[in-house]
């Protein structure tokens, strides 16, 4: 393949932003999506092998910490190591580690045989998560938030899948029916490497950094501003995902605790919760791409605190409504946040994606610890009241500069 020439690659970005390409990111999503049910089974049975290995709430956070911690130290390094050097088959080697961590997880034979399972399934969503989003970006046509919503809807699908299929599956067949999911690993592998090709060939669709910078917004910002507006992001991710963490750690046993229902009746309340945050995250990117990214990432945050506030003082039947308002609300965040991000740091996608996941990652597995610990200390029902102010923080977005304001005012001019 022939490099563009200086003048073809100045029109880049005008070809690039007349084109949408769907099928990829229909195919990126849904390799998202098999990439999430696979993680997803991993908090799906907490119940079981807490009963089984006799396992207290802390250990219990200690397996999510130690997943969401290989799932989000690695991120940034490979975002950063991939702006430099693209690797287009990276993603179907990540998946390659996931595919060996569903195996150990089947035939895990104690605790120590947990953490290393979960920690090979991390590394293989530390490679896939940057990669995949800026393939994303690739795709995207201009439309970055419509494309990151698509992407994101997938992942979300997947991590409302899982907890279904735990139910259906792994709950009535035990442990070691884990290892039929291996057969989604293989099948992701396939699509990730005709993703790969596809990649391989496009590169020129990730502008230079110096063309990026003289078209980008983000660069008439100082760099103290940028420097703030992305730890005011990062905030905002440890308000989202801590929350995220009380309800995809704890959920089941919180309603299994207060209302006495069934295992399988705990994982289908899951998945509705789950289901909620896929059908919110498809609408956080285009809303924000047509108004802005601030105002998803006010709405989506701040609004979903009257519902939390609410949770722990009902019913079962009105702790299902408001759980499906909070996963929708709060879904439509994220990728505002990381489009917003992006916005600020142009040019350095696979970094931005690699440091928002990854901290997303990195908040979820803390949050899980930290709560489990909690709730042994306490009760289960004490950390729902706790968690419930956790989306006030989310106040500070009212500090970010309106960077899609601007860009948007300068459009029409």
């Known amino acids: 393949m022939e490099k563009p020439t200086k003048e073809e690659a100045l029109t880049i ?184 090709k596809w990649y391989r060939l496009n590169m020129h669709r990730i502008r230079p950094k110096k063309a990026a910078e003289h078209h980008e917004e983000g660069t008439q910002l100082s760099k103290k501003a940028i420097t703030i507006s992305i730890l005011i992001l990062l905030v905002l991710i440890f308000s989202k995902y801590f929350y995220l963490a009380s309800m995809s750690s704890y959920y089941t046993f919180y309603l299994i605790d207060k209302f006495h229902i069934s295992v399988q009746s705990s994982q289908v309340h899951l998945f509705i919760f789950l289901f909620a945050t896929a059908a919110g995250t498809l609408l956080g990117g285009p809303i924000g791409d047509h108004f802005g990214r601030k105002y998803v990432i006010w709405f989506s945050i701040l609004g979903v605190a009257p519902f939390t506030l609410l949770l722990p003082h009902v019913n079962l039947f009105w702790t299902t409504v408001l759980s499906v308002f909070i996963g929708f609300i709060l879904a439509s965040a994220f990728s505002a946040i990381l489009v917003y991000a992006q916005e600020l740091l142009p040019g350095k996608v ?43 923080i989310g106040l500070l977005t009212g500090f970010l500069p309106d960077i899609g304001h601007k860009r948007k005012k300068a459009g029409r001019s």
């Open 13 to 196: 970005p005008k070809n690039v932003a007349e084109g949408t390409i769907f099928s990829i990111l229909l195919t990126i999503s849904f390799s998202h999506l098999l990439n999430d049910t696979i993680q997803s089974l991993i908090p799906s049975i907490y119940p079981l092998v807490k009963e089984s290995f006799h396992l207290s709430f802390a250990q219990i956070g200690l397996i999510t910490l130690t997943f969401q911690l290989a799932a989000s130290l690695l991120q940034p390094f490979v975002g950063f190591y991939t702006d430099k050097k693209p690797q287009p088959f990276s993603l179907a080697a990540g998946m390659g580690f996931t595919l060996v961590g569903l195996i150990c997880l089947a035939f895990a034979s104690g605790f120590g045989w947990l953490l290393i399972a979960v920690a090979l399934i991390g590394i293989g969503s530390s490679v896939f998560h940057p990669e995949a989003s800026k393939v994303a970006y690739m795709a995207s046509g201009g439309r970055r938030g419509l494309a990151q919503s698509i992407f994101q809807v997938g992942g979300n699908a997947g991590s409302a899948i899982g907890p279904l299929l735990a139910a259906l599956i792994i709950v009535p067949f035990g442990q070691i029916s884990v290892a039929w999911f291996s057969l989604i690993a293989l099948l992701a592998i396939l699509i990730l490497i005709n993703i790969g």
């Open 350 to 392: 696979g970094l931005v994606s690699g440091l928002f996941f990854g901290f997303a990652f990195g908040m979820g597995g803390l949050g899980s610890a930290l709560l489990g610990a909690l709730a042994d200390r306490t009760s289960i029902h004490f950390v729902y009241q706790v968690c419930a102010y956790l989306p006030l």
